[in-house]
């Protein structure tokens, strides 16, 4: 049971460079979810996706988008990489309860440059 | 939307000692709040989460506060060790019954305990 996994681990792109990063979950969870986490700015909501088939923006979507493939996985795609968007990059599931604690749990993170 | 506050960015504190940080949440909406724990270079661990019809939780050295009247939640770590030294998040869970749970999570409060 790997949990939430993320490839790849470390990317350096070019400006207006394209790129897909993956995210996959072995724990049947429905809802998936893509974070940025910057200096001080805590973790910020891309995409999310509350069951396979759907997907909504989150607080900072410009710049990117998503597939929610199968229930398994999650893929976030930036097409025209811009200096802003280095950060590192934070996949998680969660099991979408009815009115029950619903925990996110984290992959291992893509650390993401652009220069 | 939900905003999250956290105080303060930066603790520091005497190896046995208390650490608090504090959070504040603006949906009254919201009914779920994790606290995350984040080592350096690591994903976040989910450590301890209340739901709102609770006031307090325990776990060992750890535990969480919720004055929902006020929109306050707090994490209590006592008996500090060095190996607590890391970044906290604290959340707060918007759950909308089409589109699943959403965390916005604070910006984060980097703890270091002294020897």
């Known amino acids: 049971n790997a949990g939430v996994t993320q490839t790849p681990k470390f990317q350096v792109l070019k400006t207006g460079q394209s790129m897909t990063l993956q995210c996959a979950q072995d724990?049947?969870?429905?809802?998936m979810y893509w974070y940025r986490q910057d200096p001080g700015m805590g973790l910020r909501l891309i995409y999310y996706?509350?069951?396979?088939?759907?997907?909504d923006k989150g607080e900072v979507p410009n710049g990117y988008n998503v597939s929610r493939l199968n229930k398994r996985e999650f893929s976030l795609r930036l097409e025209s990489a811009a200096p802003s968007q280095t950060s590192v990059y934070f996949c998680?599931?969660?099991?979408?309860?009815?009115?029950?604690?619903?925990?996110?749990?984290f992959g291992p993170g893509t650390r993401l440059t652009v220069t | 939307g939900e905003n999250v506050e956290q105080h303060p960015s930066t603790l520091s504190v005497q190896e046995g000692d208390s650490a608090v940080i504090k959070c504040t949440y603006s949906?009254?909406?919201?009914?779920?709040f994790p606290w995350y724990k984040q080592e350096l270079g690591k994903r976040p661990q989910l450590i301890i989460d209340?739901?709102?019809?609770?006031g307090e939780k325990k776990d060992q050295r750890i535990a969480v506060t919720l004055n929902k009247t006020a929109k306050h939640f707090s994490l209590h770590i006592t008996e500090t060790q060095p190996e607590d030294s890391a970044v906290y998040f604290c959340?707060?869970?918007?759950?909308?019954?089409?589109?699943?749970?959403?965390?916005?999570f604070g910006t984060g409060t980097r703890l270091a305990v002294r020897p």
């Open positions: 998680a599931s969660s099991v979408t309860g009815t009115g029950g604690l619903t925990k996110q749990y």
């Open positions: 724990m049947n969870h429905n809802s």
């Open positions: 996706s509350a069951s396979e088939g759907t997907t």
């Open positions: 949906d009254s909406a919201s009914n779920y």
């Open positions: 209340i739901r709102s019809n609770v």
């Open positions: 959340a707060a869970s918007s759950k909308k019954k089409s589109s699943g749970d959403k965390l916005t």
